[in-house]
């Protein structure tokens, strides 16, 4: 009898174990700076909003994810995701070589290209080569701050896009890189046409899509296959429509 009520036990244990398991949710992490429209930002109330904010849930719809967004500013992110404080990073972030040696990528969901954003008044810079010796508002780690000192310019570190257009107005720095579609979407939502205009565009297109660390590779083949479903079906372009009356998800 008692070998019966232990086998009992023992089946009803496992069976608790394994709801346990099956009802366990997985759960994404996902790190954004949420300041940056209309990429990841805070509404008026005060929810986290933006295209790549319904990109993302839409990716954990369809790989069964819940997505957990945390926000964090730009130079802490990939410290973040080093540490394994969050699953993946989705801010906008730009594939190149460099990053390619440390992270692995998604494949892309942002195409845009770079430009050089100047004080409406300022006719000594016209070109991505007259960069060289001045001064550009750029996030201390992004890849525009790359470009921008690839061309010689002093950097004026400002991770907020609108801010480091304030410090170009004022004088307090000569141009800021940046992309075109951030920029168009800056002009609109401020009614600010004339204080500032583009000096430079960039010939490439450069591509965005989600960032991991390596070794996750099945994570980052199920958030690509995601991604594709999604470019298939129209929803990211949808998405991108909402946001930016364009389709940015095409080269």
Known sequence: MKRILSLVLVAILAAVLCAGAFAEEKILKVGMEGTCAPYT?????GALTGFEVDVATAIGEKIGYEIEFVEGAWDSLFPALDAGTIDVIMNQVTITEERQESYD????????????IVAADNADINSFEDLAGRKAAEGLTSNYNALAQSYGAEIVGQDVFALALELVKSGEADAAVNDELTYAYWQVTTGDFDSTRIAA???????????LLKGRDELRDAISAAIEELLA??????????????DVSQN
């Open 41 to 45: 930002y805070h509404d008026d109330s």
């Open 233 to 246: 079906d129209g929803a990211i372009t949808a998405i991108s429509e909402k946001y930016f009356n364009i």
């Open 201 to 211: 565009e960039s010939e490439e297109a450069t591509s965005s899509a989600v960032v």
């Open 105 to 116: 990528f998604s494949v892309p969901y942002i195409y845009t290209r770079p430009i050089v």
